[in-house]
Nanobody
C-alpha cells in the first residue's frame, strides 16, 4: 500500500506562481512513477506532468515551459512548480503514484487562478 498526500494549493492571480508538494509513504519502493493530474469542473481528469523513478519527465502540452515537476528521493516527495499561471489552470490537482498493478491517488488540492 502507498499513501500520497498533496499540499500547496491556493488562490493566485494570473501570472503568479504556486508550488505543489506530494509526499508518499508506505511501500514506496513499489512506485515506478509519480505524477500530477488535474480536473476542472465539468471536465475529465487530465495529465499534467509525470516523473519516473529514473527521473524522466513528461508534460502536457498546455503546461510545457510553465510547469516543472521534480522529486526529492530522500524525502519521498514530488513537487510541481507552476509559473505563469492562467485562469484555465484552475482545477483540483491530484497526485498519483504508479505501481504495478495499482495506482494510488491523493485527495486533491484546489488551485484557483483569478484573472
Amino acid at each position: 500500500q502507498v499513501q500520497v498526500v498533496e499540499s500547496g494549493g491556493g488562490l493566485v492571480q494570473a501570472g503568479g506562481s504556486l508550488r505543489l508538494s506530494c509526499a508518499a509513504s508506505g511501500n514506496i519502493f513499489s512506485i515506478n512513477a509519480m505524477g500530477w493530474y488535474r480536473q476542472a469542473p465539468g471536465k475529465k481528469r487530465e495529465l499534467v506532468a509525470t516523473i519516473t523513478s529514473g527521473g524522466k519527465t513528461n508534460y502536457a502540452d498546455s503546461v510545457k515551459g510553465r510547469f516543472t515537476i521534480s522529486r526529492d528521493n530522500g524525502k519521498n516527495t514530488v513537487f510541481l512548480q507552476m509559473n505563469s499561471l492562467k485562469p484555465e489552470d484552475t482545477a483540483v490537482y491530484y497526485c498519483n503514484a504508479h505501481t504495478l498493478p495499482v495506482e494510488y491517488w491523493g485527495q486533491g488540492t484546489q488551485v484557483t487562478v483569478s484573472s
